[in-house]
Nanobody
Framework: QARLVESGGRLVQGGGSLRLSCAAS????????MGWFRQAPGKEREFVAA????????YASGSVKGRFTISRDNAKSMVYLQMNSLKPEDTALYYC???????????????WGQGTQVTVSS
């Protein structure tokens, strides 16, 4: 059974850093586009970043660009999100997802993890 499992979320002080990890198992995700999304309470799920199997990357425009870095290790079936200079508005449940197209549209991703909570204190 295909699974995506996120980890690394926790409470962190504003200005701090976190690295989220996503472990893929159950099938080969190496050819998939892997994305990170986030959802804050009362808000819609929001695209953060995505990366193709060959390393082509796209980031959401706006506040995450320049602070967050997505990467992947195909040999280990892992995807990462390095988050620096964290702000309270980055507080959300962060999801890893797998799809076929380099896009920020959640509907284009067919596999989702359960999420990992990131809370940034002011």
């Amino acid at each position: 059974q295909a699974r995506l499992v996120e980890s690394g979320g926790r409470l962190v002080q504003g200005g701090g850093s976190l690295r989220l990890s996503c472990a893929a198992s159950g099938r080969t995700f190496n050819s998939d586009v892997m994305g990170w999304f986030r959802q804050a309470p009362g808000k819609e799920r929001e695209f953060v970043a995505a990366i193709t199997w060959s390393g082509v990357i796209t980031y959401a425009s706006g506040s995450v660009k320049g602070r967050f870095t997505i990467s992947r290790d195909n040999a280990k079936s892992m995807v990462y999100l390095q988050m620096n200079s964290l702000k309270p508005e980055d507080t959300a449940l962060y999801y890893c997802a797998a799809g076929r197209t380099l896009t920020g549209a959640p509907s284009q991703y067919g596999y989702w993890g359960q999420g990992t909570q990131v809370t940034v204190s002011s």
